[in-house]
């Protein structure tokens, strides 16, 4: 089991840039894919981006190419997702989640966080 607490969000102008880190209990985060979702206000919960267990297969959602970028720490068991470009339709709670799936879906995904709230004003 693996319990996660996400931090960085935050109020930002559009255009800005913020860093969100997922700080992970247990000796088992190594094990674990991890992976960004984000729920809007009034939306449903959409993939972000994944990352695979040692980093080196990663995925982004189209929304966020080129302008997201995950990545981890195993050492520190600590995942991060740098936001930078950022726009109004990036305001969202984001969460972090851990699965066993190299996966889009959050139906796959076992563990995940409190979430924490990005706002981009305009």
């Known amino acids: 089991q693996v319990q996660l607490v996400e931090s960085g969000g935050g109020l930002v102008q559009a255009g800005g840039s913020l860093r969100l880190s997922c700080a992970a209990s247990?000796?088992?985060?190594?094990?674990?894919?991890m992976g960004w979702f984000r729920q809007g206000p009034g939306k449903e919960r959409e993939f972000v981006a994944v990352?695979?267990?040692?980093?080196?297969?990663?995925a982004y959602a189209d929304s966020v190419k080129g302008r997201f970028t995950i990545s981890r720490d195993n050492a520190e068991s600590t995942l991060y997702l740098g936001m930078n470009s950022l726009k109004p339709e990036d305001t969202a709670v984001y969460y972090c989640?851990?699965?066993?799936?190299?996966?889009?879906?959050?139906?796959?995904?076992?563990?995940w966080g409190q979430g924490t709230q990005v706002t981009v004003s305009s």
């Open positions: 989640a851990a699965g066993r799936s190299f996966s889009t879906s959050h139906k796959d995904y076992d563990y």
């Open positions: 990352i695979s267990t040692s980093g080196s297969s990663i």
């Open positions: 247990g000796r088992t985060f190594r094990t674990y894919v």
